[in-house]
């Protein structure tokens, strides 16, 4: 069965460094998110991408992130500056081919530990 | 901004027995979706509901969309050990946009 897939699992980075979260979403799919989720909080939505653009963004979605799909398959978010808060759960999502149909399948998310 | 309130905010039952569990809103969605999640993992999609009033299943799991369009729950019947985990529901209001989630269900079954 087709899924989201998502490297690495675990990134420890220091304070003010920069990282890239890498998501391949499932093949035939056009819609892409990534949310974040900080610990034994609830899920939240960053950002969602569609015909190579960003669709929609969240307030947490600030100059200091962007996304990416720089080929047919590869998703990124990155990170320039990193913060202590940027701590979380990083959770790539990818939809099919109607807009409508919400139905949104997730990665099983990289762990973001900013020391 | 739209928010979802879930609850209760977690369960300790018997193996076998049934749990419900809902989410309100205070607007309306256009999708109600409910996602399972282990630890470490993903949310894992379980059933997605696009009209009022639809009520699906999905093995021992029910899920109905609220009339008002306001609310969502779901059902397990005959709980095992293997349901536990955090159960979110998550809604769209935006035709196919971003998911608010709620804020979870943390289910514990007693064998």
């Known amino acids: 069965e087709p899924e989201v897939t998502q490297t690495p699992s675990h990134q420890v980075t220091q304070m003010g460094q920069e990282v890239i979260l890498r998501c391949v979403p499932i093949s035939n799919h056009l819609y892409f998110y990534w949310y974040r989720q900080i610990l034994g909080q609830k899920v939240e939505f960053l950002v969602s991408f569609y015909n190579n653009e960003i669709s929609e963004k969240s307030e947490i979605f600030d100059d200091q992130f962007s996304v990416e799909r720089p080929d047919g398959s590869n998703f990124t978010l990155k990170i320039r500056s990193t913060k202590l808060e940027d701590s979380a759960m990083y959770f790539c999502a990818s939809k099919g081919r109607v807009r409508a149909y919400n139905e949104q399948f997730f990665g099983p998310g990289t762990r973001l530990t900013v020391l | 901004g739209q928010q979802l309130n879930q609850s209760p905010q977690s369960m300790f039952i018997q193996e076998g027995e049934d749990v419900s569990m809902n989410c309100t809103s205070s607007?309306?969605?256009?999708?109600w979706l409910w996602y399972k999640q282990e630890p470490g993992e993903g949310p894992v999609l379980l059933i997605a509901?696009?009209?009022?009033?639809e009520l699906t299943s999905n093995g021992r799991l029910t899920a109905q969309f609220g009339i008002t369009r306001k609310d969502s729950f779901l059902n397990i019947s005959a709980s095992i050990p293997s349901d536990v985990g955090i159960y979110f529901c998550a809604g769209d209001y935006n035709q196919g946009g971003k998911l608010i989630f709620g804020q979870g269900t943390e289910l514990s079954v007693k064998p």
């Open positions: 607007s309306i969605f256009n999708t």
């Open positions: 509901l696009y009209k009022a009033g």
